[in-house]
Protein backbone atom coordinates (compact mmCIF):
# COMPACT_ATOMS: atom_id res chain seq x y z
CA UNK A 1 0.00 0.00 0.00
CA UNK A 2 1.33 3.67 -0.88
CA UNK A 3 2.05 6.20 2.22
CA UNK A 4 2.19 9.38 1.16
CA UNK A 5 4.12 11.99 3.43
CA UNK A 6 3.86 15.00 2.12
CA UNK A 7 1.15 16.90 0.27
CA UNK A 8 3.36 17.47 -2.58
CA UNK A 9 3.99 13.42 -3.08
CA UNK A 10 -0.32 12.50 -2.61
CA UNK A 11 -0.22 15.56 -5.41
CA UNK A 12 2.02 13.94 -7.53
CA UNK A 13 0.59 10.70 -7.38
CA UNK A 14 -3.35 11.85 -7.69
CA UNK A 15 -1.83 13.42 -11.17
CA UNK A 16 -2.75 17.24 -10.07
CA UNK A 17 -0.72 20.31 -9.91
CA UNK A 18 1.46 20.97 -6.95
CA UNK A 19 0.49 22.82 -4.10
CA UNK A 20 1.33 26.25 -3.65
CA UNK A 21 2.80 25.59 -0.15
CA UNK A 22 4.69 23.08 1.28
CA UNK A 23 2.31 22.18 4.27
CA UNK A 24 -1.66 23.53 3.28
CA UNK A 25 -3.42 23.25 0.06
CA UNK A 26 -7.01 23.58 -0.90
CA UNK A 27 -8.63 23.08 -4.20
CA UNK A 28 -11.78 22.88 -6.01
CA UNK A 29 -12.79 19.17 -7.51
CA UNK A 30 -13.47 20.61 -10.47
CA UNK A 31 -10.09 21.39 -11.49
CA UNK A 32 -8.62 18.13 -10.61
CA UNK A 33 -10.98 16.77 -12.79
CA UNK A 34 -9.16 17.00 -16.35
CA UNK A 35 -6.27 15.00 -15.10
CA UNK A 36 -7.21 13.42 -11.83
CA UNK A 37 -6.25 9.67 -11.41
CA UNK A 38 -10.19 8.35 -11.59
CA UNK A 39 -9.17 5.23 -10.04
CA UNK A 40 -7.06 5.17 -7.17
CA UNK A 41 -6.17 1.97 -5.27
CA UNK A 42 -5.85 1.87 -1.42
CA UNK A 43 -3.09 4.36 -0.03
CA UNK A 44 -2.43 6.34 3.33
CA UNK A 45 -1.05 9.74 3.98
CA UNK A 46 0.05 11.77 6.90
CA UNK A 47 -2.25 15.34 7.12
CA UNK A 48 -6.02 16.21 7.71
CA UNK A 49 -8.31 16.58 4.79
CA UNK A 50 -11.86 18.31 5.17
CA UNK A 51 -13.89 18.21 1.74
CA UNK A 52 -17.48 19.26 0.80
CA UNK A 53 -18.67 17.33 -2.00
CA UNK A 54 -21.89 19.04 -3.36
CA UNK A 55 -22.04 16.58 -6.92
CA UNK A 56 -20.33 13.78 -7.84
CA UNK A 57 -20.90 9.96 -9.56
CA UNK A 58 -18.47 6.94 -8.40
CA UNK A 59 -17.41 5.41 -5.12
CA UNK A 60 -15.28 7.11 -2.51
CA UNK A 61 -13.79 4.71 0.69
CA UNK A 62 -12.73 6.77 3.55
CA UNK A 63 -11.58 4.75 6.36
CA UNK A 64 -14.47 2.14 7.27
CA UNK A 65 -16.78 4.41 5.35
CA UNK A 66 -17.78 2.68 1.74
CA UNK A 67 -21.32 4.47 1.39
CA UNK A 68 -21.78 8.23 1.64
CA UNK A 69 -24.56 9.93 1.98
CA UNK A 70 -26.40 10.70 -1.21
CA UNK A 71 -26.57 14.50 -1.24
CA UNK A 72 -23.99 17.52 -0.81
CA UNK A 73 -21.55 15.99 1.59
CA UNK A 74 -18.91 16.95 4.11
CA UNK A 75 -16.35 14.25 4.69
CA UNK A 76 -12.67 14.10 6.45
CA UNK A 77 -9.25 11.97 5.96
CA UNK A 78 -7.05 11.92 8.79
CA UNK A 79 -3.66 10.46 8.86
CA UNK A 80 -2.97 6.94 8.03
CA UNK A 81 -6.13 6.37 7.13
CA UNK A 82 -6.80 4.41 4.39
CA UNK A 83 -8.79 5.53 1.52
CA UNK A 84 -9.08 4.83 -2.05
CA UNK A 85 -12.09 5.80 -4.97
CA UNK A 86 -13.49 4.70 -8.13
CA UNK A 87 -15.07 8.34 -9.77
CA UNK A 88 -16.08 10.18 -12.34
CA UNK A 89 -14.78 13.06 -13.43
CA UNK A 90 -18.11 15.08 -12.25
CA UNK A 91 -17.01 16.09 -9.04
CA UNK A 92 -18.01 19.39 -7.54
CA UNK A 93 -16.96 21.11 -4.50
CA UNK A 94 -13.75 22.15 -2.48
CA UNK A 95 -11.55 20.16 -0.57
CA UNK A 96 -8.62 22.02 1.93
CA UNK A 97 -5.64 19.71 3.56
CA UNK A 98 -2.80 20.43 5.88
CA UNK A 99 -0.11 18.92 7.69
CA UNK A 100 1.12 18.65 11.12
CA UNK A 101 3.91 21.14 10.43
CA UNK A 102 0.66 23.33 9.69
CA UNK A 103 -0.79 22.89 13.05
CA UNK A 104 2.84 23.13 14.62
CA UNK A 105 3.45 26.94 13.75
CA UNK A 106 -0.12 27.60 14.17
CA UNK A 107 -1.17 29.80 17.41
CA UNK A 108 -4.94 28.38 17.35
CA UNK A 109 -4.78 25.00 16.34
CA UNK A 110 -2.44 23.47 19.01
CA UNK A 111 -5.55 21.34 20.13
CA UNK A 112 -6.98 20.26 16.91
CA UNK A 113 -8.42 16.59 18.06
CA UNK A 114 -9.45 18.15 21.43
CA UNK A 115 -11.52 20.73 19.96
CA UNK A 116 -12.39 19.26 16.52
CA UNK A 117 -12.82 15.06 17.22
CA UNK A 118 -14.17 14.51 14.05
CA UNK A 119 -11.13 14.38 12.76
CA UNK A 120 -9.82 11.67 15.09
CA UNK A 121 -9.14 8.52 12.80
CA UNK A 122 -12.57 6.79 14.56
CA UNK A 123 -15.10 9.51 14.98
CA UNK A 124 -14.56 11.29 10.99
CA UNK A 125 -17.89 10.68 9.58
CA UNK A 126 -19.31 11.72 6.53
CA UNK A 127 -22.13 13.49 7.05
CA UNK A 128 -25.08 15.36 4.58
CA UNK A 129 -25.18 19.04 4.99
CA UNK A 130 -28.55 20.86 4.03
CA UNK A 131 -29.02 22.92 1.03
CA UNK A 132 -28.59 26.57 3.55
CA UNK A 133 -25.36 24.32 5.00
CA UNK A 134 -24.12 23.93 1.72
CA UNK A 135 -24.17 28.07 1.09
CA UNK A 136 -22.63 28.98 4.34
CA UNK A 137 -19.49 26.20 4.05
CA UNK A 138 -18.79 27.25 0.37
CA UNK A 139 -18.10 30.87 0.94
CA UNK A 140 -16.12 30.01 3.71
CA UNK A 141 -14.16 27.38 1.44
CA UNK A 142 -14.28 30.20 -1.78
CA UNK A 143 -12.58 32.77 0.85
CA UNK A 144 -10.03 30.40 1.44
CA UNK A 145 -9.01 29.35 -1.95
CA UNK A 146 -8.67 33.21 -2.88
CA UNK A 147 -6.88 34.25 -0.11
CA UNK A 148 -4.98 30.91 -1.29
CA UNK A 149 -4.27 31.95 -4.89
CA UNK A 150 -3.48 34.92 -3.94
CA UNK A 151 -0.58 34.51 -1.56
CA UNK A 152 1.04 37.49 0.55
CA UNK A 153 3.31 37.21 3.37
CA UNK A 154 0.52 37.52 5.97
CA UNK A 155 -1.78 35.15 3.80
CA UNK A 156 -1.00 32.25 5.70
CA UNK A 157 -2.37 33.85 9.15
CA UNK A 158 -5.46 34.88 7.50
CA UNK A 159 -6.13 31.10 6.14
CA UNK A 160 -5.41 29.79 9.63
CA UNK A 161 -8.05 31.80 10.92
CA UNK A 162 -10.60 30.87 7.88
CA UNK A 163 -9.79 27.10 8.49
CA UNK A 164 -10.99 27.89 11.65
CA UNK A 165 -13.93 29.09 11.26
CA UNK A 166 -14.88 26.41 8.56
CA UNK A 167 -14.19 23.93 11.48
CA UNK A 168 -16.38 25.33 14.35
CA UNK A 169 -18.84 25.66 11.15
CA UNK A 170 -18.42 22.06 10.31
CA UNK A 171 -18.41 21.03 14.22
CA UNK A 172 -21.66 22.96 14.28
CA UNK A 173 -23.34 21.15 11.61
CA UNK A 174 -21.80 18.09 12.51
CA UNK A 175 -22.72 17.96 16.30
CA UNK A 176 -26.42 18.68 15.20
CA UNK A 177 -27.24 15.54 12.43
CA UNK A 178 -24.53 13.28 14.19
CA UNK A 179 -25.54 10.80 16.87
CA UNK A 180 -22.40 9.92 18.63
CA UNK A 181 -23.37 6.92 20.17
CA UNK A 182 -24.90 5.03 17.31
CA UNK A 183 -22.07 6.19 15.00
CA UNK A 184 -19.78 5.21 17.62
CA UNK A 185 -21.13 1.97 17.73
CA UNK A 186 -21.65 1.81 14.11
CA UNK A 187 -17.94 2.41 13.04
CA UNK A 188 -15.42 2.17 16.14
CA UNK A 189 -13.44 -1.21 15.94
CA UNK A 190 -11.93 -1.94 19.41
CA UNK A 191 -8.27 -1.70 17.89
CA UNK A 192 -9.08 2.21 16.18
CA UNK A 193 -10.72 3.05 19.47
CA UNK A 194 -7.19 1.76 21.57
CA UNK A 195 -5.31 4.02 18.63
CA UNK A 196 -7.84 6.85 19.93
CA UNK A 197 -7.27 7.04 23.49
CA UNK A 198 -3.69 6.42 22.70
CA UNK A 199 -3.67 9.65 20.45
CA UNK A 200 -5.78 11.40 23.66
CA UNK A 201 -3.67 10.55 26.43
CA UNK A 202 -0.60 11.70 24.48
CA UNK A 203 -1.98 15.09 23.88
CA UNK A 204 -3.09 16.06 27.60
CA UNK A 205 -0.49 14.69 29.24
CA UNK A 206 1.56 17.69 27.94
CA UNK A 207 -1.35 20.15 28.31
CA UNK A 208 0.25 22.73 30.33
CA UNK A 209 -2.41 21.67 33.23
CA UNK A 210 -0.96 18.38 33.44
CA UNK A 211 1.58 17.24 35.99
CA UNK A 212 4.95 16.66 35.07
CA UNK A 213 5.46 12.49 34.49
CA UNK A 214 8.61 11.76 33.38
CA UNK A 215 7.05 8.35 32.30
CA UNK A 216 4.93 10.02 29.88
CA UNK A 217 7.47 9.33 27.02
CA UNK A 218 7.23 5.54 27.62
CA UNK A 219 4.71 3.59 25.52
CA UNK A 220 4.57 1.34 28.82
CA UNK A 221 3.10 4.81 30.63
CA UNK A 222 0.23 4.83 28.21
CA UNK A 223 -0.44 0.94 27.79
CA UNK A 224 -0.86 1.04 31.86
CA UNK A 225 -3.07 3.77 31.42
CA UNK A 226 -4.77 2.02 28.81
CA UNK A 227 -4.83 -1.61 30.91
CA UNK A 228 -3.33 -3.16 28.23
CA UNK A 229 -0.16 -5.15 27.31
CA UNK A 230 2.75 -2.15 26.10
CA UNK A 231 3.38 -5.10 22.84
CA UNK A 232 -0.31 -4.96 22.61
CA UNK A 233 -0.48 -1.13 22.18
CA UNK A 234 3.26 -1.25 20.09
CA UNK A 235 1.31 -4.12 17.72
CA UNK A 236 -1.97 -2.13 17.01
CA UNK A 237 -0.88 1.33 16.86
CA UNK A 238 2.13 0.46 14.40
CA UNK A 239 -0.90 -1.95 11.94
CA UNK A 240 -3.12 1.09 11.79
CA UNK A 241 -0.33 3.87 11.12
CA UNK A 242 2.86 2.03 10.02
CA UNK A 243 4.40 4.05 12.92
CA UNK A 244 5.45 2.14 16.49
CA UNK A 245 4.00 3.85 19.87
CA UNK A 246 7.23 5.66 20.57
CA UNK A 247 7.33 7.18 17.59
CA UNK A 248 4.10 8.59 17.81
CA UNK A 249 5.32 9.97 21.31
CA UNK A 250 8.25 11.58 19.71
CA UNK A 251 6.91 13.17 16.84
CA UNK A 252 3.98 14.59 19.39
CA UNK A 253 6.51 15.68 21.50
CA UNK A 254 8.79 17.13 18.51
CA UNK A 255 5.51 19.14 17.49
CA UNK A 256 5.04 20.68 20.81
CA UNK A 257 9.31 21.61 21.34
CA UNK A 258 8.70 23.25 17.84
CA UNK A 259 5.09 25.01 18.57
CA UNK A 260 6.74 26.71 21.78
CA UNK A 261 9.79 27.56 20.25
CA UNK A 262 8.50 29.79 17.44
CA UNK A 263 5.12 30.73 19.31
CA UNK A 264 6.35 31.70 22.92
CA UNK A 265 9.61 33.18 24.61
CA UNK A 266 10.39 30.41 27.39
CA UNK A 267 13.57 29.53 27.76
CA UNK A 268 15.26 26.03 26.70
CA UNK A 269 15.05 24.66 29.99
CA UNK A 270 11.73 25.92 30.99
CA UNK A 271 10.15 23.82 27.66
CA UNK A 272 12.64 21.03 28.81
CA UNK A 273 10.81 20.62 31.94
CA UNK A 274 7.47 21.40 30.76
CA UNK A 275 7.56 18.64 28.09
CA UNK A 276 8.53 16.19 31.32
CA UNK A 277 12.70 15.71 30.40
CA UNK A 278 14.59 14.96 33.09
CA UNK A 279 17.31 17.89 32.14
CA UNK A 280 17.55 20.48 29.73
CA UNK A 281 20.71 18.67 28.38
CA UNK A 282 18.42 15.45 27.44
CA UNK A 283 15.98 17.72 25.43
CA UNK A 284 18.20 19.18 23.72
CA UNK A 285 19.82 15.85 23.03
CA UNK A 286 16.36 14.28 21.79
CA UNK A 287 15.93 17.73 19.84
CA UNK A 288 18.66 17.89 18.07
CA UNK A 289 18.52 13.86 17.12
CA UNK A 290 14.39 14.66 15.67
CA UNK A 291 15.70 17.44 13.64
CA UNK A 292 19.78 18.06 13.17
CA UNK A 293 19.35 21.42 15.42
CA UNK A 294 19.84 22.79 18.22
CA UNK A 295 16.65 23.77 20.24
CA UNK A 296 18.56 27.44 19.87
CA UNK A 297 19.46 26.56 16.45
CA UNK A 298 15.78 26.02 15.59
CA UNK A 299 14.41 28.62 17.11
CA UNK A 300 16.81 31.47 15.07
CA UNK A 301 16.92 30.24 11.90
CA UNK A 302 12.92 30.20 12.16
CA UNK A 303 12.59 33.61 13.59
CA UNK A 304 14.08 35.32 11.57
Request: net charge positive; hydrophobic share 40%; glycine share 2%.
Amino acid sequence: MKHFKTIQAYCKAINISQPGHPYFDIRSFEENMPTVVAKMPPFKHEFYAIAIKVEGSGKAISGHHTNFPEGATVFFNSPFQIISWDILPDWEGYYLMFSKEFITQSKHLQQLLTEFPFLKIDKSIPFEVKPKEVSKLLTIYEAIYEEYRNLSKDSINIIEAQVLVLLNFVKRFFNAQTNREEAEAAFRKADIHLLSRFQTLIETSFYETALSVKKSHSPSYYAALLAVHPNHLNATVKQITGHTAKTHINNHILRLAQSRLLQTDKSVKEIAYALHFESPNNFSSFFKKMTGQTPNAYRKINNL
